[in-house]
C-alpha cells in the first residue's frame, strides 16, 4: 500500500535524552513536512524539506534537527534542548514543492518524562 | 505571523442535521485545504480548492474559496455519527507555507 508511516506510534523518554521519530513515504513525494500538535492548537511547522540533503527551518525549529538522506525519509530528532517535547508529532509529504496538498502519516505521541 | 481564524471552535451535532464552519485570514491566500483528524490519528484531507470562487464536493461535504481569497467554508451535509471529529483548514499564501487553524470540534449531542 502507498502512504506514510511513522514509528512508533507512542514514545516514552526520560528528560534530557535525545529522541529519534521515524517517517517514511512509498509515494514518490518530493517535500516531506514534520508539525508539531498541542491540545487545542493547530500544526505548527518544526521543519521541511523540498529535495534530498536539502532542509528548511519551519516556525518552531529551535530544539530539533532533521535529516533528509533518501527521498523516501525524513527523520525527526527531539533534542534535549527543546524546553517542552511532550507533544504528538505528524509527519507529511507532498508532490511537488509547492507543499499545496499535503498527506499526513498516523503520527507519533511523545511523553517525556 | 499570518493567523487564520476558525470557527466555530466546538459544535453539537444530531444526526441529519447539516453543519456549517469556516476559516477568516487577515492576508490572501492562494490555497485552501480541508481536513478531518480523529483522536489520536493524523489529518485526512478531504476538500483541496486552489481558486477563488471554487466550489467542490467530496461526498457529503462541500467547501468553497471564498472570493475575496481570504475565507473559505466548509458544509456537511445529512450529519452522521461517523462525522465527529475535529474539522482543520489550512491557507497557503502566495509565497511561504501552510498555515493551520485551530479545529472546529464535531460532537454528538447527548
Known amino acids: ?113 | 505571523g499570518q493567523q487564520l481564524n476558525q470557527s466555530p471552535q466546538s459544535m453539537f451535532i444530531q444526526e441529519g442535521e447539516d453543519v456549517s464552519m469556516n476559516c477568516t485570514s487577515s492576508s490572501i491566500f492562494n490555497t485552501w485545504l480541508w481536513y478531518k483528524q480523529d483522536p489520536g490519528e493524523g489529518p485526512v484531507l478531504l476538500i483541496a480548492l486552489y481558486k477563488a470562487g471554487e466550489l467542490t464536493s467530496n461526498g457529503r461535504l462541500t467547501a468553497q474559496f471564498g472570493i475575496t481569497r481570504k475565507d473559505s467554508f466548509l458544509n456537511i451535509s445529512a450529519s452522521i455519527p461517523s462525522d465527529v471529529g475535529i474539522y482543520f483548514c489550512a491557507g497557503q499564501p502566495r509565497r511561504g507555507n501552510l498555515i493551520f487553524g485551530k479545529g472546529t470540534k464535531l460532537s454528538v449531542k447527548p
Open chain 1, 1 to 113: 500500500d502507498g502512504g506514510i508511516t511513522q514509528s512508533p506510534k507512542y514514545l516514552f523518554r526520560k528528560e534530557g535524552q535525545n529522541v529519534t521519530l521515524s517517517c517514511e513515504q512509498n509515494l514518490n513525494h518530493d517535500a516531506m513536512y514534520w508539525y508539531r500538535q498541542d491540545p487545542g492548537q493547530g500544526l505548527r511547522l518544526i521543519y521541511y524539506s523540498q529535495i534530498v540533503n536539502d532542509f528548511q527551518k519551519g516556525d518552531i525549529a529551535e530544539g530539533y534537527s532533521v535529516s533528509r538522506e533518501k527521498k523516501e525519509s525524513f527523520p525527526l530528532t527531539v533534542t534535549s534542548a527543546q524546553k517542552n517535547p511532550t507533544a504528538f508529532y505528524l509527519c507529511a509529504s507532498s508532490p511537488g514543492t509547492s507543499g499545496r496538498k499535503q498527506f499526513f502519516g498516523p503520527g507519533t505521541r511523545l511523553t517525556v518524562l
